[in-house]
């Protein structure tokens, strides 16, 4: 719930901390501004002026929960898991930057029964779930490339799945020996659909750019690969495609007729890297 993260967060307008209106259906700043929860749970601390255009449909947001309902990428959230317990002081902010329908949030927040958890997305669509995704978690809609709402300092650990990544306000916003826990495909993910989809592929350089972006302010400090077989039914299929960058380049006729002329269950390999990242004492240090 808000309720739980409330401590941490801060006025998109004047950077000040907010708490619960009396009513307990608002936020608001010492300043006076204030934000209404919306009734599915999340609130909405966008500065005013901000676009959404980046922010998952709810086309995309159905076809993610579906698929990671089926458990389809269980072996990631358990790697993640596995890592935030070797990582966290275990009790404190869980933040998930791009957080989507908080899948990975919650199965970290189940690793960590002294935490609690943000989930933070530019998608409304993708918080009406998140808003519902754990009990010690609470949805908040903002801009991963502005200022996060979020005071400096507060979270012991960072997660980002698949997600846009902000090093500066990452570094801003973890206290200080806090982690970052990053997942993203390496060049082998989904191979099998890529090649007879003829969709965007991961390049092998991404890793390295990732880390040169986090440079000034996170350092990797341990990485593993996860690497698991996928057998997908054409649906399942269709879903992974249109779950990921490929929804904004892709023709759905085209990619149904493609699907049809493969075998059913296909199989398709998961490939993904897990990387833990230190917060550096200072920007650049
Ligand atoms: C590929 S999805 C991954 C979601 C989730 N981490 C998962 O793996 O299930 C990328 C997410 O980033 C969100 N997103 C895109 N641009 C964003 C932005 N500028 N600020 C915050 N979130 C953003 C999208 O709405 C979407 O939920
Ligand atoms: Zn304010």
Same mark, same amino acid.
């Given at each position: 719930?808000?309720?739980?993260?409330?401590?941490?967060?801060?006025?998109?307008?004047?950077?000040?901390?907010?708490?619960?209106?009396?009513?307990?259906?608002?936020?608001?700043?010492?300043?006076?501004?204030?934000?209404?929860?919306?009734?599915?749970?999340?609130?909405?601390?966008?500065?005013?002026?901000?676009?959404?255009?980046?922010?998952?449909?709810?086309?995309?947001?159905?076809?993610?929960?579906?698929?990671?309902?089926?458990?389809?990428?269980?072996?990631?959230?358990?790697?993640?898991?596995?890592?935030?317990?070797?990582?966290? =002081?275990?009790?404190?902010?869980?933040?998930?930057?791009?957080?989507?329908?908080?899948?990975?949030? +919650?199965?970290?927040?189940?690793?960590?029964?002294?935490?609690?958890?943000?989930?933070?997305?530019?998608?409304?669509?993708?918080?009406?779930?998140?808003?519902?995704?754990?009990?010690?978690?609470?949805?908040?809609?903002?801009?991963?490339?502005?200022?996060?709402?979020?005071?400096?300092?507060?979270?012991?650990?960072?997660?980002?799945?698949?997600?846009?990544?902000?090093? +500066?306000?990452?570094?801003?916003?973890?206290?200080?020996?806090?982690?970052?826990?990053?997942?993203?495909?390496?060049?082998?993910?989904?191979?099998?659909?890529?090649?007879?989809?003829?969709?965007?592929?991961?390049?092998?350089?991404?890793?390295?750019?990732?880390?040169?972006?986090?440079?000034?302010?996170?350092?990797?400090?341990?990485?593993?690969?996860?690497?698991?077989?996928?057998?997908?039914?054409?649906?399942?299929?269709?879903?992974?495609?249109?779950?990921?960058?490929?929804?904004?380049?892709?023709?759905?006729?085209?990619?149904?007729?493609?699907?049809?002329?493969?075998?059913?269950?296909?199989?398709?390999? =998961?490939?993904?890297?897990?990387?833990?990242?230190?917060?550096? +004492?200072?920007? =650049?240090?």
């Amino acid at each position: 719930m808000l309720r739980d993260i409330e401590r941490y967060l801060t006025c998109p307008h004047c950077a000040r901390g907010l708490a619960f209106e009396a009513t307990g259906r608002a936020l608001r700043c010492p300043g006076g501004h204030s934000f209404d929860l919306a009734k599915q749970g999340y609130v909405s601390l966008l500065p005013g002026d901000a676009h959404t255009g980046t922010g998952d449909t709810p086309e995309m947001v159905a076809a993610r929960a579906d698929f990671l309902a089926a458990g389809h990428y269980h072996p990631i959230a358990a790697a993640l898991a596995e890592a935030a317990g070797n990582a966290s =002081g275990a009790d404190g902010l869980v933040v998930d930057l791009g957080a989507g329908t908080g899948y990975y949030l +919650a199965q970290v927040l189940d690793a960590l029964p002294g935490a609690v958890g943000a989930a933070l997305d530019i998608s409304k669509f993708a918080l009406r779930r998140a808003a519902k995704a754990h009990p010690r978690a609470g949805a908040v809609v903002c801009d991963a490339w502005r200022p996060l709402p979020l005071a400096d300092g507060c979270a012991e650990l960072l997660l980002n799945v698949f997600a846009p990544r902000n090093g +500066a306000e990452i570094h801003r916003v973890l206290r200080p020996g806090g982690s970052l826990l990053l997942v993203s495909p390496t060049s082998r993910h989904l191979r099998e659909l890529v090649d007879a989809l003829g969709l965007l592929s991961v390049d092998e350089e991404k890793e390295r750019r990732i880390d040169e972006k986090l440079s000034p302010w996170l350092s990797p400090v341990a990485a593993r690969e996860v690497e698991f077989e996928l057998r997908l039914s054409h649906q399942d299929a269709a879903a992974v495609v249109g779950m990921g960058p490929n929804a904004w380049h892709t023709d759905r006729a085209r990619i149904a007729d493609a699907l049809a002329a493969l075998p059913e269950p296909v199989a398709v390999t =998961g490939s993904v890297r897990v990387a833990v990242y230190q917060r550096a +004492a200072r920007p =650049g240090g």
